[in-house]
């Protein structure tokens, strides 16, 4: 996997996190419309294990440590935290 096309994973999953916590759960609790959080969090689900499985390819691709292979997942759990990974660890070679 290139670098790059690891960035696009990442920000279409953190979007798709955040689409999912500040749209569709709204949607689903305060409008009782849960469709939106069917769909956007199957969608969220494929972006999040792309994801993961793409960070342990760049801890070999980049030669990561464990604690940066561990930031970069612990930060796919968090909003905005694929953001703070492609800032902070991810160079162009």
Known sequence: M???????ISTLEAISFLVLLLVAMPLKYLADQPDMVKYVGW????LFVLYVLGAFLMYKKLNWSFKI?????LCSVIPFGPFY???H?????
């Open 2 to 8: 290139r670098i790059k096309t690891f960035k696009i």
């Open 43 to 46: 969608i969220h689900g494929v």
């Open 69 to 73: 292979l561990f930031i970069s997942v």
């Open 85 to 87: 990974v492609e800032k």
């Open 89 to 93: 660890y991810l160079k162009e070679q």
